[in-house]
C-alpha cells in the first residue's frame, strides 16, 4: 500500500538538477510502497516488447496525451491532475529486479524495457536513483535493455548505459513529438524542451550508446508537418533509429486530452479532433488489440508514407510497423501462458 511521504525529496535541490527544467507550479505529492513485483509482462500485439520495468506510477511529465493515466486509477487516484501530481515511488525496484534476474527461468529472454508505462526518467529519478540502481542491476546480470523517455536526466548516467551497451546492450529512445517548443509545452508541460532532447541524443550518440527517436503520438492535425525536420534533427544529433506511433485516447485520456486542447489551443482545437477522427476512421480511438497503435485512411496513411520516406532517407531503421506485424503474427499462434 503506497504510504504518503510528509516531507518529499525535491529534484530541484538534488545534484543532478542540472538536467532538470523549470519546476511544475502543481504541488508534488509523493507515495514510497514496497512493491510486490517489478517486471511487468505484455502480450498485446500492439507493443513491440515483452517485458518492462516501471519504478513510478504516475509522471511529472503532465502529458495530455499519455495513455497510462487510467492505470492510476487502481490507485484510487484520479486519471487526470493525479496522474501528474500523485507519483508512487516502488522503493524496491533495484532489488526485486536482482531476484527476478536471478532466477533459473529468466534466462535468455529478450530485452527488458524502461519504462513501458511511465517516465523512468521523470524528476523524482534525481532524488530517488531507482532507474540507475536496476540499470546496474541489469549490467551485472549483463541483461539487454532499451529505454523510452523524454527526460533529459538520461545523460547523468551516460557512463553506466556505456557499460552496458559494451556489455549486454543498450538503446535508448528519446521521445520528441513536437519541433515547436511553445507548442509541446502547451501539452506536455512538464518535459525538456525539443532542444534540449535533440542534445540528449547526441550526448548518447558521443557516449556510444545506440539512440534513436521517437516521434510518439502523432497528432493528426497538429504536428504532421513536422514529421521530416523532427527526422533530420534527430539523425544530425546522431540517432540511428525511429518509430512513430498514433496518438491513443483511451478511457478517461480523451476527456483530459480534449480538455487541455480546448484550454491551450481553442483556435485549432476543433480541427485537431476531426483529423484524429478521419485518422481513426470515425473514432477518436480503436481499442481492438492489433490496431490500437496505427492508424487508417488517407490521412494516416500519408503521414505514415511521409515518416517512412525521411526515415529512409537519412538511414534511420527501425520500422515499428514491421515489429508490429511481428508480434501479431506471434501472438495469433497458441502459447503456453505464465505466471509472473
Known amino acids: 500500500m503506497p504510504r504518503l511521504v510528509s516531507n518529499p525529496p525535491n529534484p530541484w535541490l538534488s545534484t543532478s538538477v542540472e538536467y532538470l527544467e523549470e519546476p511544475p507550479p502543481a504541488r508534488l505529492q509523493v507515495y514510497e510502497e514496497e512493491a510486490r513485483s517489478i517486471v511487468a509482462q505484455n502480450d498485446s500485439p500492439d507493443i513491440s516488447f515483452t517485458y518492462s520495468v516501471n519504478p513510478y506510477r504516475g509522471c511529472q511529465h503532465a502529458c495530455a496525451y499519455c495513455y497510462a493515466r487510467p492505470t492510476h486509477q487502481l490507485l484510487g487516484f484520479g486519471a487526470g491532475t493525479d496522474f501528474d501530481t500523485r507519483i508512487v515511488v516502488k522503493k524496491n525496484a533495484p532489488e526485486l529486479l536482482r531476484a527476478e534476474l536471478a532466477r533459473a527461468r529468466w534466462r535468455g529472454r529478450e530485452t527488458l524495457v524502461f519504462s513501458g508505462v511511465t517516465d523512468c526518467y521523470q524528476p523524482l529519478e534525481a532524488c530517488y536513483g ?162 490500437r497503435m496505427t492508424g487508417l485512411g488517407p490521412r494516416f496513411t500519408a503521414a505514415e508514407d511521409l515518416f517512412r520516406l525521411h526515415a529512409r532517407r537519412l538511414g534511420l531503421s527501425g520500422d515499428r510497423s514491421e515489429r508490429l506485424a511481428a508480434r501479431a503474427a506471434e501472438s495469433a499462434a497458441p502459447r503456453q501462458g505464465e505466471l509472473f
Open 130 to 291: 531507482l532507474t540507475r540502481a536496476c540499470l546496474e542491476v541489469a549490467l551485472e546480470f549483463r541483461q539487454p535493455v532499451a529505454i523510452i523517455t523524454k527526460g533529459s536526466l538520461v545523460r547523468r548516467d551516460l557512463d553506466l548505459l556505456a557499460r552496458l551497451a559494451a556489455r549486454a546492450g543498450a538503446t535508448v529512445f528519446v521521445s520528441i513529438p513536437f519541433l515547436d517548443p511553445a507548442l509541446g509545452r502547451r501539452l506536455e508541460p512538464g518535459t525538456a524542451a525539443p532542444a534540449t532532447r535533440f542534445a540528449t541524443l547526441a550526448a548518447l550518440s558521443a557516449a556510444g550508446v545506440p539512440c534513436g527517436v521517437s516521434l510518439a503520438p502523432l497528432i493528426p492535425g497538429l504536428n504532421e508537418h513536422e514529421i521530416p525536420a523532427i527526422l533530420a534533427q534527430a539523425a544530425e544529433a546522431g540517432a540511428s533509429l525511429a518509430f512513430m506511433t498514433l496518438l491513443r485516447l483511451p478511457a478517461e485520456v480523451e476527456p483530459v486530452f480534449v480538455e487541455r486542447l480546448e484550454a491551450e489551443l481553442p483556435g485549432r482545437a476543433r480541427a485537431v479532433l476531426h483529423a484524429i477522427e478521419e485518422a481513426r476512421g470515425g473514432k477518436r480511438n480503436e481499442s481492438a488489440f492489433g490496431k
